[in-house]
T-cell receptor, first 111, second 118 residues
C-alpha cells in the first residue's frame, strides 16, 4: 500500500529556517499536503501542491516537490515559537479522495 | 474557518464496555466525515469514511462490527467502540469535508478523543 515517511523530530532556533522532509511511495499521488497539529487542536491544512508543480510559495511557507524522487519538503522561513507543532505530510490521488498521512514531524522552536 | 468538535475529549472505561464518540461540524454541513486512529509517534490511520445517510466504508483491517459508525445527519457522526479492550486504547480523530468545495484535500479535523480502556 501507499507509504508516507517523515523524520520524527526537528529543533531550530527562532528566526532560522526550518525544513521538514517527507517521502512517499505512491506514484499515483496527485495532491500532496502539509497539515499542522497544535496541542489540543485538530489538524489544520497549511498548504498543498499539485503533482505537476515543483514549487509553491505561500508567505513564509515554501513547498518543494521532487516527483522523480517522490520527495516533498516544507520550508518555514523566519521560524517563530508559534510554529512549534507537529507537521504531517499527506498525499491523495484526487481532491476528494482519502488522505494517507506520514507519521508527523515534531518541530520545536527554541527562543 | 470551519470548526469540528468532538465529545468527549477524554474517556476512561472498563474492558468490555462500549464507548460512543461524537463528531460535530459546528458551522457547516459535512457531506463526508472520516474517522482516524492515531498511534503514538505514528501517523493517522484512516479507519472509515462515512457519507450522510449511507453506510460507512471501512478500511482494510478495521472491524466494522467493533467500530460502529453512524452518520445520521450532515452535522453529526458517531463512532461507537463496542466491547472495548485495552488494545483499543488510542487517540481517535474525526474530520469532515464539505462536498467538493474548499481546497483540495481539505478536511477539517476535530481535536481528538483520548480513549483509555482499563
Amino acid at each position: 500500500g501507499e507509504d508516507v515517511e517523515q523524520s520524527l523530530f526537528l529543533s531550530v532556533r527562532e528566526g532560522d529556517s526550518s525544513v521538514i522532509n517527507c517521502t512517499y511511495t505512491d506514484s499515483s499521488s496527485t495532491y500532496l499536503y502539509w497539515y499542522k497539529q497544535e496541542p489540543g487542536a485538530g489538524l489544520q491544512l497549511l498548504t498543498y501542491i499539485f503533482s505537476n508543480m515543483d514549487m509553491k510559495q505561500d508567505q513564509r511557507l515554501t513547498v518543494l516537490l521532487n516527483k522523480k524522487d517522490k520527495h516533498l519538503s516544507l520550508r518555514i522561513a523566519d521560524t517563530q515559537t508559534g510554529d512549534s507543532a507537529i507537521y504531517f505530510c499527506a498525499e491523495s490521488r484526487s481532491a476528494g479522495n482519502m488522505l494517507t498521512f506520514g507519521g508527523g514531524t515534531r518541530l520545536m522552536v527554541k527562543p | 474557518g470551519a470548526v469540528v468538535s468532538q465529545h468527549p475529549s477524554r474517556v476512561i472505561c472498563k474492558s468490555g464496555t462500549s464507548v460512543k464518540i461524537e463528531c460535530r461540524s459546528l458551522d457547516f454541513q459535512a457531506t463526508t466525515m472520516f474517522w482516524y486512529r492515531q498511534f503514538p509517534k505514528k501517523s493517522l490511520m484512516l479507519m472509515a469514511t462515512s457519507n450522510e445517510g449511507s453506510k460507512a466504508t471501512y478500511e482494510q483491517g478495521v472491524e466494522k462490527d467493533k467500530f460502529l459508525i453512524n452518520h445520521a445527519s450532515l452535522t453529526l457522526s458517531t463512532l461507537t467502540v463496542t466491547s472495548a479492550h485495552p488494545e483499543d486504547s488510542s487517540f481517535y480523530i474525526c474530520s469532515a469535508r464539505v462536498g467538493s468545495s474548499g481546497r483540495p484535500g481539505e478536511q477539517f479535523f476535530g481535536p481528538g478523543t483520548r480513549l483509555t480502556v482499563l
